[in-house]
């Protein structure tokens, strides 16, 4: 079974400065992949980046980049230089090795202060 | 590319009726469709695998009798909400792998917001 663990209910930043958003997760998968979405009050699923568990380096997308730390079973996500339009709900994901199921963790309200 | 839409955005219909969602897969062909609750401020949970041709595989605790799916094309899936009840008031999002491309991703919908009165 897959577990994914966001500990973090809600975060405030400050604009400009970067944060963490954190994510855990568990799978006996030897193969996984691991996604953080936004979601604004919209309600639309926005992709912000991907990290396969066979990458050997750290993912990034522009002010995005994955801490991903395998033996730990941790895919924090960090946004530089926070933007007001960042304030959103945040989910990771957890994709199994077949490729064919999404879990989702419960997901971080991050609030950017002007 | 790769562009999900879904139909209605949003819905109010009376308890006891069924109400259909689409999701279209608009640029791309979608073997497998996904279809996901999300009750207010909680996260998304997989209801059901929607397959082109096949009958959809239903999550544990997923009434399938009462979420009916349909994948009749490579761009269709619908979602059929029969005799409806306020506790089925929730988002419904639909993703979409585009069967072209090795990839991983699941492309998602905007969502439709159902309301049960």
């Known amino acids: 079974a897959q577990k994914i663990t966001q500990t973090q209910p809600g975060m405030f930043v400050q604009e400009k400065e970067a944060v963490t958003l954190d994510c855990t997760y568990d799978t006996s998968d030897p193969s996984y992949g691991l996604f953080w979405y936004k979601q604004p009050s919209s309600g639309e699923m926005i992709f912000l980046i991907y990290q396969g568990s066979y990458d050997q380096q750290n993912a990034t997308e522009g002010r995005y980049s994955l801490n991903f730390q395998k033996a730990r079973k941790s895919a924090n996500l960090v946004i530089s230089a926070s933007q007001l339009g960042d304030s959103a709900m945040y989910f990771c994901?957890?994709?199994?090795?077949?490729?064919?199921?999404?879990?989702f963790g419960g997901g971080t309200r991050l609030m950017v202060k002007p | 590319g790769a562009v999900v839409s879904q139909h209605p955005s949003r819905v109010i219909c009376k308890s006891g009726t069924s109400v259909k969602i689409e999701c279209r897969s608009l640029?791309?062909?979608?073997?497998?469709m996904f279809w996901y609750r999300q009750f207010p401020k909680q996260s998304l949970m997989l209801m059901a695998t929607s397959n082109e041709g096949s009958k959809a595989t239903y999550e544990q605790g997923v009434e399938k009798d009462k979420f009916l799916i349909n994948h009749a094309s490579l761009t269709l899936s619908t979602l059929t909400v029969t005799s409806a009840h306020p506790e089925d008031s929730s988002f419904y999002i639909c993703s979409a792998r585009d069967r072209g491309q090795a990839s991983y991703e699941q492309y998602f919908g905007p969502g439709t917001r159902l309301t049960v009165t």
């Open positions: 994901a957890l994709l199994n090795n077949a490729g064919n199921m999404l879990t």
């Open positions: 640029d791309f062909q979608a073997t497998t």
